[in-house]
Each structure stands twice: as structure tokens, then as C-alpha cells.
């Protein structure tokens, strides 16, 4: 009985190792690729394969400008809410992340961690540093799809 269950166990893990890499093929092929230009910079950012990423992604290419918010984020106006189907109530953002914080309808690009907080939703993140957007003050920027 013993070696059946893990002869079974053998034939399911190979069998769902056989199913994963196509999985994460296609999940690779549906991933967003954009770039935020500021000045003569560019810097690259993968969006989520969410609603929200998705959403976000369709509103492009998108020229806004950024402001402080506390030090710990650049915030500007999209002008509307993304859509959140599926999203968290509430998410914690980790420096580099893209989000919508869906109260004031603005985009959050975080340049350090923050506490979890209700009405954020996560749309992407950077691929590389950020420091680009440090600078004080506003900035302007242009999103668009990357080639």
C-alpha cells in the first residue's frame, strides 16, 4: 500500500511539474511591459496580468506629472478609477511599486515601503532602481508601452 501511494504521488508531482512550465510560459507571454520617461531617462516596469494592470495598460500612452506625497510616494491625477475586480481590500506597497490609490483616483509610484492601506491597488512595478523619480518636486513623465 505504501509504495502505491508513493508511486502515485511520483506520477502525480510529474505530471503537474509537466503542466507548470507551459503555465508559466503562457503567464510570461501575457506580462505588460511599459516605460516611464523622465527627461531623457527611461525606466522599464512590468505591469501585474490583473484587471487592474490590464486597465492601466489601456489607458496609454499617458503623459502626467508627478508630485511628493510625503516622501514616500509620487502621486498624480488618471483622471478616473482602474478596475479593481479581483483586487485586495487593501494592499501594502513596497518601494518600487506602481499603484492606484482608488479613493483620489491617482497613480502612487512608491519610493519606499509603506503600511497596508485600504483602497490601494496594485497595478506594476520597476524592473530596476528608481532613483530617476527621487528627485524633489514635480515631474513630469510619459508612460507608454514598451517596443
Same mark, same amino acid.
Do not use: C
Given at each position: 500500500?505504501? @509504495?502505491?501511494?508513493?508511486?502515485?504521488?511520483? #506520477? !502525480? $508531482?510529474? *505530471?503537474?511539474?509537466?503542466?507548470?512550465?507551459?503555465?508559466?510560459?503562457?503567464?510570461?507571454?501575457?506580462?505588460?511591459? !511599459?516605460?516611464?520617461?523622465?527627461? *531623457?531617462?527611461?525606466?522599464?516596469?512590468? #505591469?501585474?496580468?490583473?484587471?487592474?494592470? &490590464?486597465?492601466?495598460?489601456?489607458?496609454?500612452? #499617458?503623459?502626467? *506629472?508627478?508630485?511628493?506625497?510625503? $516622501?514616500?510616494?509620487? /502621486?498624480?491625477?488618471? $483622471?478616473?478609477?482602474?478596475?479593481?475586480? $479581483?483586487?485586495? &481590500?487593501?494592499?501594502?506597497?513596497?518601494? +518600487?511599486? !506602481?499603484?492606484?490609490?482608488?479613493?483620489?483616483?491617482?497613480?502612487?509610484?512608491?519610493?519606499?515601503?509603506?503600511?497596508?492601506?485600504?483602497?490601494? /491597488?496594485?497595478?506594476?512595478?520597476?524592473?530596476?532602481?528608481?532613483?530617476?523619480?527621487? @528627485?524633489? +518636486?514635480?515631474?513630469? /513623465? &510619459?508612460?507608454?508601452?514598451?517596443?
Amino acid at each position: 500500500m505504501h @509504495r502505491t501511494g508513493t508511486a502515485f504521488s511520483a #506520477l !502525480i $508531482g510529474l *505530471t503537474l511539474a509537466g503542466l507548470a512550465g507551459p503555465a508559466m510560459a503562457q503567464n510570461e507571454d501575457k506580462m505588460i511591459k !511599459i516605460d516611464v520617461t523622465i527627461g *531623457t531617462e527611461t525606466l522599464t516596469a512590468t #505591469l501585474d496580468d490583473t484587471a487592474a494592470g &490590464r486597465d492601466f495598460a489601456s489607458m496609454l500612452p #499617458l503623459e502626467i *506629472t508627478l508630485d511628493d506625497y510625503h $516622501g514616500i510616494e509620487k /502621486v498624480g491625477d488618471l $483622471g478616473r478609477q482602474i478596475d479593481n475586480a $479581483g483586487a485586495p &481590500r487593501a494592499y501594502e506597497p513596497k518601494a +518600487g511599486d !506602481i499603484t492606484q490609490y482608488r479613493p483620489w483616483s491617482n497613480l502612487a509610484i512608491f519610493l519606499k515601503p509603506f503600511q497596508s492601506s485600504a483602497g490601494l /491597488v496594485r497595478i506594476g512595478e520597476f524592473d530596476g532602481p528608481i532613483d530617476a523619480l527621487s @528627485r524633489a +518636486g514635480e515631474i513630469p /513623465v &510619459r508612460i507608454t508601452l514598451a517596443d
